[in-house]
């Protein structure tokens, strides 16, 4: 019986010269699987014919969009997931998503192996094939670009000797990878960290120095979950499409940063997730007025290694999943409404509501009606600065207070 291989496919030159390529160097049927995780461009009918005139037996095609902004997105919303405290996970939420349907694959049609198109320096061959080992561990994983020897001059001739239908001579001077949630912007002139971006590098953001007026939003949220804006019912992939546009047309969500790849070097990038840093805010927001105060700082920490987990590839791991549990329980009251301004590059939050949150303006206010007992503070001023007291007093004893 022949081998069968699965690639992940995207529809450009590597990965339709990888069909043919995987098919000679290793002999095996070739079936592609071709995941929409909201990156736009061609339709996949299109993509699956052009996979199959590339000589792959089979076409897996699978419109996850909804799947990966319910299953994916939204918990990185909960989790306030912002690697080095910038980055939204914009390719490594994507990955895990695209590593569930490939290992479908491989059951539906049989197949022994997985094949990416990653590279052997970037962080993407990890998450993908820590993920497939985790999902499937009787898989193998190829990399053609990796393991065997295709360049990109290759790629070229390979197409153009075979005829394959796909365009060869249009090259992009940037490694763009894009989602629902985000873009992500690497490699040519950028890979100079004194060089500015041009305005070539964006897409999904206008240039915040001439923005449109202010736009106001009010973003609803359901137990960390939006699911209104401006009073209209939204699911998670409407509301991150809609502040996508609404966003992205104030420039919001632009990030230039020089980060810490898994694979130990570090590597300039630049993102564009309007939608994604709109609704972080918002959330951020609604937390500070909804979450317990020691919960909130352990959260905070919780947040920043479940970022890194995921920008890492552990999504499967038994870490990511038991902080899961935890930040989902943070999120039984994270209810209410948020009002903000989109405006020049920045999303200003100007007003907060909740029916489940702990502010309450009787113990906030300083004017009538305060309920504060103040009479309280003096004891427990004294209690709360013992420790520190009696420790200064013993330095006080033993140094004579030199220091």
């Known amino acids: 019986m022949t081998e069968r291989v699965v690639l992940a496919y995207s529809g450009g030159l590597d990965t339709s010269v990888g069909i043919g390529w995987i098919a000679e160097?290793?002999?095996?049927?070739?079936?592609?699987?071709?995941?929409?995780?909201g990156q736009g461009g061609e339709d996949l009918d299109v993509i699956r014919q052009r996979a199959l005139d590339c000589g792959a037996v089979e076409a897996y095609v699978a419109d996850a969009r909804d799947e990966f902004a319910t299953e994916y997105c939204m918990p990185a919303l909960k989790a306030n997931a912002l690697y080095l405290d910038r980055y939204p996970l914009v390719s490594a939420l994507s990955r895990p998503v695209i590593v569930k349907h490939l290992v479908r694959a491989a059951r539906q049609f049989g197949a022994t192996t997985v094949a990416h198109g990653c590279t052997g320096k970037g962080n993407d061959q990890v998450r993908f094939e820590v993920g497939i080992q985790t999902l499937g561990p009787d898989l193998k994983c190829i990399a053609p670009v990796r393991d065997l020897a295709l360049t990109r001059d290759k790629a070229i001739a390979y197409a153009e000797e075979k005829k394959l239908p796909i365009e060869t001579t249009k090259k992009n001077p940037y490694s763009i990878d894009q989602n629902v949630w985000g873009r992500a912007v690497e490699t040519g002139y950028l890979e100079d960290i004194w060089n500015g971006p041009t305005k070539d590098v964006y897409s999904y953001t206008d240039s915040p120095e001439f923005p449109p007026a202010p736009d106001e939003v009010t973003i609803s949220f359901r137990q960390g979950v939006p699911?209104?804006?401006?009073g209209i019912a939204v699911t998670p992939l409407e509301a991150i499409e809609q502040l996508n546009r609404r966003g992205g047309a104030q420039g919001v969500g632009r990030i230039d940063i020089v980060e810490d790849r898994l694979v130990g070097i570090k590597s300039r990038e630049i993102y564009e997730a309007p939608g994604a840093m709109v609704l972080m805010e918002a959330?951020?927001?609604?937390?500070?007025?909804?979450?317990?105060?020691?919960?909130?700082?352990?959260?905070?920490?919780?947040?920043?290694?479940?970022?890194?987990?995921?920008y890492d590839g552990l999504w499967f791991s038994p870490l990511k999943r038991s902080l899961d549990v935890f930040i989902e329980d943070t999120q039984r009251y994270v209810s209410g409404d948020i009002r903000m301004v989109l405006h020049g590059g920045r999303a200003t939050v100007e007003g907060r509501r909740s029916d489940t949150g702990l502010y309450r303006f009787d113990l906030a206010t300083y004017d009538t009606g305060d309920t504060f007992d103040q009479s309280s503070a003096r004891g427990f001023i004294?209690?709360?600065?013992?420790?520190?007291?009696v420790a200064s007093e013993r330095d006080h004893r033993l140094t004579g207070g030199a220091e």
């Open 227 to 230: 699911v209104a804006i401006d």
């Open 382 to 389: 004294d209690i709360f600065g013992l420790t520190s007291k």
């Open 283 to 310: 959330h951020k927001h609604l937390e500070n007025v909804t979450v317990e105060r020691e919960q909130a700082r352990f959260k905070a920490g919780v947040s920043q290694r479940w970022s890194e987990l995921v």
């Open 25 to 37: 160097a290793t002999g095996a049927e070739v079936i592609a699987v071709a995941v929409d995780v």
